[in-house]
């Protein structure tokens, strides 16, 4: 299999060294694509801390040379501006992309340039489901009239440092579960990008960006990211509460996400996916 990977991040290195412990996954090459000023830190790293993860392991600045390394299968897991930089050019020269930044689907012309260009290459842009469950059904009842999804996340308060939320509460002395934002998924996409993609896959997957409804909370009470979602709908109603274990290093990021990531990738080489 020959892997690429957009990013270089926690979620990346966390998924690269989950790779490394699998045996099912030999790895024919590995491309990562990171920024100009990162390239000589990032090969490094691969080359020292991850020896025999890959026959060939190359890293990249540009979404050409990465195309040009012919990857079987691509991870985006760099942000919203890495899906809107990188990712259209990559669909159009017909490669599939794993989307991990599911929020920045949330800006329409972003949305619509990724659409366009899946089409015009005849590739297809997965979107992970990442630190939810239950997509599957949800998918399944988005054409039911009167469904409704309300979604709450939850997270200690210095998971929401250097967001709006800093501005809205004091995140330091806060004592007990304060809600700082309620609206619409398309503004809490947009508002907090590192936050709040389980609040876009949700509005995908069901009503949509404007008609699902958010609120985040800062809890310093807990130390995992909660996610509870309530569907309401004419033939299924249901609810769903999951308590994931942060990313190490990034508290922001539930590391059920790099798993959700490994079980596409393992979907995608074994005959039998579930």
């Known amino acids: 299999m020959r892997l690429a990977i957009i990013g270089y991040g926690n979620i990346a290195k966390t998924l690269v060294e989950q790779l490394q412990k699998t045996s099912y996954l030999p790895l024919e090459s590995l491309c990562v694509l990171t920024i100009p000023e990162r390239r000589d830190e990032v090969l490094l790293s691969l080359q020292t801390d991850y020896i025999g993860l890959a026959k060939v392991i ?13 990857p079987d299968f691509i991870v985006e897991c760099a942000g919203h501006d890495a899906v809107e930089q990188y990712v259209p050019s990559i669909l159009m020269a ?17 949305e ?14 997965t979107l992970v489901s990442g630190a ?32 709006p939320a800093q501005d809205a509460i004091d995140l330091g002395n806060i004592t007990s579960a304060t809600m700082f934002f309620k609206g619409t998924a398309k503004e809490a996409a947009i508002q907090y990008p590192k936050n709040a993609n389980v609040a876009a896959t949700l509005a995908i997957a069901g009503v949509g960006f404007e008609k ?7 809890d310093p009470n807990v130390i995992s990211n909660r996610h509870e979602y309530q569907v309401r709908s004419l033939i299924s109603n249901y609810s769903i509460c999951l308590e994931n274990m942060p990313l190490k290093g990034n508290a922001k990021t539930s590391i059920l996400t790099v798993y959700s ?13 579930i």
Do not use: C, F, H
């Open 132 to 163: 939810i469950g239950g997509i599957d059904l949800l998918s399944a009842l988005n054409s039911v009239e009167d469904l409704q999804v309300t979604y709450k996340g939850i997270k200690p308060p210095m998971a929401w440092a250097g967001t």
């Open 212 to 218: 699902t409804q958010v609120m985040l909370i800062a």
């Open 261 to 273: 990531i490994l079980r596409e990738i393992k979907n995608y080489i074994s005959p039998i996916n």
């Open 112 to 125: 619509q340039r990724l659409k366009t260009a899946a089409l015009k290459g005849g590739a297809k842009l």
């Open 94 to 110: 017909g490669k599939n992309v794993l989307v991990v930044s599911v929020g920045a689907l949330a800006t329409r012309s972003i």
């Open 58 to 70: 190359r890293v990249v600045t540009n979404s050409y040379d990465l195309i040009a390394d012919e």
